[in-house]
């Protein structure tokens, strides 16, 4: 992905000026008096199947709303389908390469020591910076980035936020208890609750200092272990859940490099190997559901503090998930995966300055980066960013814009167009050991392997074409000391 340099002169040189004081009414007439703020909110695992996007079996009016009141990218798609890297390669909006964003449990700090990130840069443009929920994977990642210390409630070893006995019992005996909780408990007995109510507080206290601020939320549901509060299981009835059509199925020209063990949930008390019974599925996707309902109560109650606050005019909201997850599509569960279910997820965009629409066009989440300068007016980090802002779709979201997606899972290289999705599995540079394609547009779910058909070559030989643009040189290259960048 080439760097914008045009957009990188631009705020370069708007940066220079704002610091010399010059031509300030000319460059940035009404954003310098009263900088925008930002509320960044993070949901852990969330899937883009909420109502407004199409899933009408969940309950989420708070999602909805504000879907419906902002930008709603339809196909958004992560770089990494796990917490950790995908967090690092969203806030350094920077890709993963074959040495950095492995696993569940990367800093950004350790993969690219120097690099700037996205509240560190907020932060040094005179926000007032502040995390509250899971933000960074790891609570130590760029301390420095945040005017406050974090508040995260989770900690390396008390994350699962069990209440039930048995729960506790089980996750006491050094393994995780079981894969959800029923409790009838107030909200704010688990982390989301109580993350929204630290982040209400906040609100009232950036509208009483009126310093402009980038107040980044991490709701950490619905991640494992399903345990909203039993009003939100209530919600539904699991004899009304619907399996999806091809849990069970595994598509048989896909490579076997495409599936694995869900050690994810393997790893919690009394779940074994194997297909999933159709009660513990049905569970689970009833977990699932409730755990977004109840994340979704956090966000009315945050949403409705911000108007209350008189907020909202003058703050840009941006909602996203970190990446997907399975709910047995392709026989598979939680995320990991080269698939739509792993890869895409819910993205909105809510700019004061910018009327409700909906985007159809492939973007990627390292473009949040330069999104959220340009919506600030503040300058770009230079060589640095992967991402192109979506400023101007968000002006006409409607209008189509050919856009490409890079995303990379171990050795499993995926490339998402308009139309159609890409992965070929490398074990070393130029060594192809396996491939899959599949056409979006005619094949949605995924279920047939179309890499192999002779009638493709040219269409696989373009696609492995643009993957390796997105992948860039920097792809091959080992770690560097980025402290000279
Ligand atoms: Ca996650």
Request: charged content about 25%; overall charge negative.
């Amino acid at each position: 992905m080439p760097f914008h340099m045009n957009k990188i002169i631009q705020f370069t040189c708007l940066g220079v000026l704002l610091v010399a004081g010059a031509c300030q009414e000319r460059i940035v007439p009404e954003t310098k008096k009263t900088p925008k703020n930002v509320l960044f909110i993070m949901v852990d695992d969330l899937r883009p199947e909420f109502a407004a996007y199409g899933q009408n079996e969940i309950i989420s009016p708070n999602l909805d709303a504000l879907a419906n009141s902002g930008i709603r990218f339809d196909r958004a798609y992560c770089q990494v389908p796990i917490c950790g890297a995908s967090r690092a390669s969203i806030m350094t909006g920077t890709y993963p390469t074959r040495h950095r964003f492995l696993s569940a449990r990367t800093a950004a700090e350790d993969d690219r020591p120097g690099t700037e990130v996205l509240p560190g840069h907020f932060k040094k443009n005179g926000y007032h910076t502040k995390s509250i929920g899971k933000i960074f994977d790891r609570v130590d990642d760029h301390l420095k980035a945040w005017s406050e210390p974090p508040i995260r409630f989770q900690s390396m070893y008390r994350w699962p936020d069990y209440h039930s006995e048995e729960n506790l019992r089980l996750d006491s005996l050094h393994t995780l208890g079981l894969p959800w909780e029923k409790l009838d408990v107030p909200d704010s007995t688990y982390f989301d609750g109580r993350i929204a109510n630290e982040a209400i507080a906040s609100l009232k206290d950036f509208k009483s200092t009126g310093q402009p601020f980038f107040l980044a939320v991490g709701f950490v549901k619905p991640h494992l272990p399903f345990t909203p509060p039993k009003k939100y299981w209530d919600m539904y009835d699991p004899n009304e859940i619907v399996l999806p059509e091809h849990r069970t199925f595994q598509p048989g020209n896909a490579p076997e490099e495409a599936f694995f063990k869900w050690i994810e949930l393997l790893s919690y008390y009394g779940v074994e190997e194997g297909p999933l019974s159709d009660e513990f599925a049905r569970n689970m996707i009833h977990g699932y559901r409730a755990s977004v309902s109840y994340v979704d109560a956090q966000l009315g109650r945050l949403m409705e503090a911000l108007d209350q606050e008189g907020l909202t005019e003058n703050t840009t909201v941006v909602l996203l998930g970190d990446h997907g997850w399975h709910l047995g599509e392709h026989g598979v569960w939680c995320k990991k995966y080269s698939f739509q279910e792993s890869l895409r997820v819910p993205l909105i965009i809510k700019d004061p300055a910018h009327s409700p629409g909906v985007s159809k066009n492939v973007v990627e989440l390292v473009d949040l980066f330069p999104t959220l300068l340009e919506l600030t007016n503040l300058p770009y980090p230079e060589h640095q960013l992967a991402g192109e802002s979506l400023a101007g779709q968000l002006q006409n979201p409607e209008k189509e814009v050919y856009g490409t997606a890079f995303s990379k899972w171990q050795n499993g290289l995926t490339v998402v167009t308009p139309t159609h999705s890409y992965t070929q599995w490398m074990s070393e540079p130029n060594t192809i050991q396996a491939h899959m394609l599949y056409d979006l547009k005619n094949d949605p779910n995924e279920q047939n392997n179309i890499a192999h058909e002779k009638e493709n070559k040219a269409l696989v030989d373009s696609l492995e074409s643009e993957l390796y643009s997105l992948m860039g040189p920097e792809f091959e290259q080992p770690i560097q000391n980025t402290e000279q960048e």
